[in-house]
């Protein structure tokens, strides 16, 4: 991912585009295909990186490990290491990103709703739960 200057002009307008909507706010910060998947999977506590890695396996490692680091960098995720030999490192939700998860389960429930295919997939899976 290419850096951009502080001074730009897309910065400048991306920086006075999240002070007049809430929305450009959010979307800045949880927006594109991985980082709600992400934390929708972090929603039920601490999961390893391999955990992770199983719970979406589209997701290249590359794509993962970016948008971990972007999660945390926003505040959104914790990164706990454990000094250990093999490193021992989970990933939780922080309280900023545990307020989302309203978000994320309002997100889950107009799936449900919006595509009956989902519907009957997540029906089955509350009868296993």
């Not at 972090?42 to 199983?54: D, H, Q, T, V, W």
């Not at 914790?78 to 021992?88: G, L």
């Not at 939780?92 to 978000?103: H, K, N, Q, R």
Request: net charge neutral; with cysteine.
């Amino acid at each position: 991912m290419t850096a951009i200057k502080e001074s730009s002009t897309q910065n400048m307008n991306k920086s006075i585009a999240e002070m007049h909507c809430p929305v450009t706010y959010v979307m800045n910060r949880i927006g594109g295909h991985w980082k709600p998947i992400i934390m929708y999977q972090l929603i039920n506590g601490a999961k390893r990186y391999s955990e992770l890695k199983r719970a979406i396996p589209a997701v290249t490692e590359k794509m993962l490990i970016q948008h971990l680091k972007q999660l945390e960098a926003d505040n959104l995720i914790i990164r706990k290491a454990e000094p250990v030999v093999p490193p021992f490192v989970t990933y939780t939700l922080s309280p900023s990103g545990e307020d989302l998860t309203p978000v994320m389960t309002a997100m889950v429930e107009w799936a449900k709703k919006d595509s009956k295919i989902l519907a009957e997939k997540f029906a089955e899976v509350d009868e296993v739960m």
